[in-house]
């Protein structure tokens, strides 16, 4: 059993609930980080991976996606390729934090295994329809491919458990002051997502934002083995562009806070309330305005983050990367 201060995950004896997930990524490093995290963790079963546009083009954020899963060994997950492109935007892409490659800063072997011939859509809705228990969606990048499943197979909903994303911000945007970047890049599918009636958890910048890692973090990552010196690297390699970006502090690793949050409900605290996505105005385009105090009277569609319990998701985060065979 590993015990970490502040966080006990179950004594393996115990019957452990499997969570089955599907991660819909824009790798990205948090993305990359987040994806290991999920293939460690016991809690989790990854039944497949989707990529969207997001970070990088599409044919990188695949790539990646390839490479971070062949880096692990999980050649058995499906990887099914989606949108190119936003419902109705053109793609806004984030080399200045990620790099061309999206991945810039580590160097990865080339993928083991190739694309699944479905596609991110026609993937999603195999494994969800297959699966014994209602699935958990974990996106971490813009929605589109969310969006255009809930649009094509309106009828698997009744096995989706939730939704828990990375994305919006019930306080200032990092793309714009009004807006968090997955959301900023395609509102209209956010707006699908958050209108669709699914449970959500809306994990946002006010709580990814506290998941920052800097020396004490990289330090610790480093006595993970080879994949916790890539983690390392991943985050190391950010710090630098995020700095020159934002101008200062640790990169915080966005997408690994959403999948901690399915391992580990607990992670966060939550509220629900009314969000509603910004599409009309150019100035505030893709702003979750999240109605906090129930102003509104509107039924809430969302459990949305306010605190991280930074401790417990470290402790998450090192358990789930130990567990991966080195
Ligand atoms: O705003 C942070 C989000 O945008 C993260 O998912 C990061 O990977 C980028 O996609
Ligand atoms: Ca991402």
């Known amino acids: 059993m590993f015990a970490f201060a502040g966080w006990h995950p179950f004594c393996y004896h115990q019957a452990m609930t499997v969570t089955p997930v599907l991660l819909d990524v824009d790798p990205g490093h948090d993305d990359a980080v987040a994806l290991m995290l999920a293939c460690g963790a016991p809690e989790l079963a990854v039944r497949a991976v989707t990529t969207v546009a997001g970070n990088v083009p599409l044919d990188k954020t695949t790539r990646n996606a390839l490479q971070v899963l062949s880096l692990i060994g999980r050649e058995d997950i499906p990887v099914g390729a989606g949108a190119e492109a936003p419902l109705a935007r053109a793609l806004r892409t984030a080399e200045d934090v990620h790099g061309e490659s999206g991945l810039d800063g580590v160097k990865l072997a080339e993928p083991t295994f190739s694309i699944d011939r479905r596609g991110a859509v026609e993937l999603m809705a195999d494994v969800v329809e297959a699966s014994a228990e209602p699935v958990t969606l974990i996106p971490t990048g813009p929605l589109t491919n969310i969006a255009t499943f809930l649009a094509e197979y309106p009828r698997l909903k009744e096995n989706i458990d939730r939704i828990v994303l990375m994305g919006g911000s ?9 807006a968090e970047f997955n959301v900023y890049v395609d509102p209209e599918a956010a707006r699908v997502v958050f209108e669709s009636g699914l449970r959500i958890t ?5 709580v990814t934002r506290q998941a920052t890692t800097g020396p004490k973090e990289v330090e610790r990552l480093r006595t993970l083995g080879r994949i916790g010196e890539v983690t390392a690297d991943l985050v190391t390699f950010s710090s630098d562009d995020y700095r020159k970006v934002f101008g200062s502090g640790d990169p915080p690793i966005h997408d690994a806070v959403a999948v901690a949050a399915v391992v580990e409900p607990a992670v966060l605290e939550t509220h629900p309330m009314r969000v509603e996505i910004e599409c009309e105005s150019e100035l505030t385009r893709g702003e ?13 569609n969302a459990e949305v983050a306010l605190e991280l319990d930074r401790e417990t998701f470290f402790g998450i985060l090192y358990r789930s990367l130990g567990e991966l065979v080195d």
């Open 170 to 178: 019930i306080g200032p945007g990092n793309t714009t002051p009004a």
């Open 202 to 206: 809306m994990v946002g910048l006010d």
């Open 288 to 300: 979750t305005v999240c109605d906090l105090r129930g102003v509104w009277g509107k039924t809430p």
